[in-house]
């Protein structure tokens, strides 16, 4: 019988427990879990926040109860690894309730400790009322936090996926929302002028958006909770009940590297394809791992559950034995932003560039459906290398629909199809269901020709 | 200065004249088009019939009169080319209006005449108020029918994309709807057990669904017009004011075949990679001609649009002069049937036996989003073999969110990725967008535990 320890309790480290234990049930796994959940959906948060996930408990596929009911798998919350002992495989553990420490061993190890929001230096970022978002607590905060303080105003740092999807709850909540972003647009993700599409339907809604603006410090009334957030230009004050921060996040990797895990490039642990770190027995999978990417083919580091869990899974089979590979990930994501969602595939304009592509682009606005079936065309813009002629990245920013070719686009990135390849792919239609010429064929046909000039 | 002749002005032949004119505008070009319309969407006639669309003209892209405008390209209606004479490069066209023959010269000449519905060997087809459906004045005839003579019950022959489409609209209209097919299942694209959720959709929606039931005889009341559908089996006599069969549809070859075009084992023409046939300076693409398929290998007789228009968009490019390669397909198809989408890739059950390959499948029902976004699960079946582990086909039914991903395994087959590699293509979520495991992902896995028995 083999013992497996697991550090983290989500998307990767259920996934990898659940995976290993199911292929063979003699294994002996254990969970460790720093908060007091698991196997919860962060994505949900925003969802929750907007009322339309009632309870959180919703939101949560296991408590350590029915997660040993009905996989057999022991999970301890509240219990923080503190420190790795990687040659003796022991680990130290902290539990908070009650307080004391032990030391296990493990056969095989599993570090899936995530990633945490990153704390911009921003003065008075602790002031009551300020939050991030990386736990379910955080939900349960935020929201105590409105109802309490009866919030009418919230101001959003950071206009990444979170912040755009908490802007949008709040003001399903009735406050008015700011929302500032230190970059000259916000969703650094997608390329400025796809990026613009999204600011607008943001604003179409109410949220009054702020680029290239820095905070320079939150603003505490006399009882101590926020009061403002202060630009760092210009001299303006933007008055706010609550203030969301969404500046990016940093993998969690402390305990890996305090034992001498190897990190990569990126700053995340260094992984093979087998979700090996560079210590015997030691596995990292998750937003703390890094992801071989398949259009740079160079390490990257994806903070996104959909890649947490596929290197969960794999890892999973590697812990129970088996020797399965991780392929990589192509970086796709997607956000619904009001009535519109914004999807992303591979490299944009900039990180193209900075592989040392050479990209051309091609964007065009169609239908996904025949007209009279009615909604708006979507805008769809192509990424490719002139040089090989190869697919480097797509952006779809639309109806749900049509931003459901990402996929198509993640496909033949994964696949490192030629945009003419990509071109003739066999996409289906009807005119309830599809466009003739679904419209991410559109903008590939419409870059054939840009290439052939 | 060349001069080019498509006969057929629909998808392949529009998609390949608009297409070389682009790249050559020096090109002559004139299309010959028998019946009296061009560039029109057939794919929309059931939604005319449904009410949907009010004027056929919402169907019509282009009149002769705005093509040559807008696109400088000619085409003729109402004009059938009865002979091809490959060796002087010259065909024989009757005119209608006013009638009289003329025979024209080509440099190139692109066959694109497209298939037509097959009349089944039925006592009484001819019976007024019996209909097919292969031209927009199709539509045209049978909205009159419905209108004048207040037709309150329709019987549908076959249950392919059509006739599902067609019952649909006859119920949209208010009529009781019988669909009787000589399979022991309806859309015989799907295996059966999931035609059968397609089947159940039609019945909830009051359509009585007859199968195993081959229609006898066709018959009429005094004034000519149907009365009646009467079967093979049990002398059951469906009434019926109107019928409407779709029981498959042929290429359109005898002008080709006349000519000594060869012909592929499908029936349809054969023709290479450049949509060349056996004859210099004659091309063919579209319903009427084969298409290889990737997952086969084969040449296969794929009469769907989507198909056609992207033969159409390489013959086009080759007819101006370039050197373009169409790669194949792999049948792609989507159907919608009242509030359920069915869609399928590759191949069926019965197709993989069929082309060698030893099938094993997986069939899943999994949610396309986040369960408090709402939505029924969808089915999800994926086919691979069991030898190489390459996917070889996948089959949905469900949402149109779900069936998007139809779309995502046509990319894979077209890859030939394995299950495997399918099974972590990097797929965007966001809870209100998509599954952290989509659907087609989660039939993906199971498959690969199926693999690993």
């Not at 320079?216 to 009061?227: E, S, Y």
């Not at 890094?290 to 590697?318: C, D, M, W, Y």
């Not at 399965?324 to 999807?343: E, H, L, N, W």
Request: glycine content about 8%.
């Amino acid at each position: 019988m083999s013992r497996i320890l697991v550090v983290g309790g989500n998307a990767a480290g259920m996934t990898a427990a659940s995976r290993a234990k199911r292929l063979d049930p003699s294994l002996e796994i254990t969970i460790l879990e720093a908060s007091s959940r698991i196997a919860y959906s962060i994505c949900g948060l925003p969802y929750f926040l907007s009322g339309l996930v009632r309870d959180l408990s919703e939101l949560e596929l296991y408590s350590p109860e029915s997660l040993m009911n009905e996989r057999g798998i022991e999970a301890r919350v509240q219990c923080r690894v503190v420190e790795l002992r990687a040659l003796q495989r022991k680990i130290v553990v902290e539990h908070a309730h009650p307080a004391r420490r032990d030391t296990l061993s493990y056969d095989k190890l599993l570090i899936a400790t995530g990633y945490r929001p990153i704390t911009p230096d921003i003065d008075g970022v602790h002031v009551n009322g300020v939050f991030t978002a990386s736990r379910l607590g955080d939900a349960d905060a935020i929201a105590s936090w409105l109802s309490s303080k009866r919030a009418r105003r919230a101001v959003v740092i950071g206009g990444g996926y979170v912040g755009l999807e908490v802007a949008e709850a709040m003001v399903a909540r009735g406050l008015t929302v700011t929302l500032v972003d230190a970059a000259t647009q916000i969703f650094s993700t997608l390329d400025p002028d796809m990026a613009k599409l999204v600011e607008d339907e943001l604003s179409l809604h109410g949220v009054h958006v702020m680029t290239h603006r820095r905070a320079r410090r939150i603003a505490a009334k006399r009882d101590g909770d926020v009061d403002a957030v202060e630009l760092a230009a210009g001299s303006l004050r933007i008055p706010g009940d609550l203030v969301f921060i969404d500046v990016g996040v940093v993998p969690s990797v402390e305990l890996a590297a305090n034992a001498g895990v190897a990190l990569g490039p990126t700053g995340a642990i260094a992984v093979n394809d087998r979700l090996e770190t560079n210590l015997p027995g030691v596995y990292a999978a998750g937003n703390c791992a890094e992801t071989h990417h398949l259009v740079t083919e160079r390490p990257s580091f994806i903070p996104l559950g959909t890649v947490a869990a596929k290197q969960g899974r794999v890892a999973g089979e590697n812990l129970a034995g088996r020797r399965s590979r991780f392929i990589g990930a192509v970086g796709t994501s997607i956000v619904k932003v009001f009535d519109i969602v914004a999807a992303k595939t591979g490299l944009n304009v900039r990180e193209a560039e900075h592989a040392g592509f050479s990209p051309i682009v091609s964007t065009v606005v169609a239908r996904a459906r025949a007209h009279y079936f009615g909604g708006a065309p979507a805008s769809v813009k192509v990424i490719a290398d002139r040089d090989s002629e190869r697919l480097l990245g797509a952006q779809i920013v639309g109806s749900a629909r049509a931003a459901s070719a990402i996929d198509v686009a993640a496909a033949a990135l994964t696949a490192r199809m030629t945009v003419r390849e990509a071109s003739q792919l066999d996409l289906a239609y009807a005119p309830p269901a599809g466009a003739l010429w679904n419209p991410l064929l559109v903008a590939l046909n419409t870059l054939t020709r840009e290439l052939e000039r």
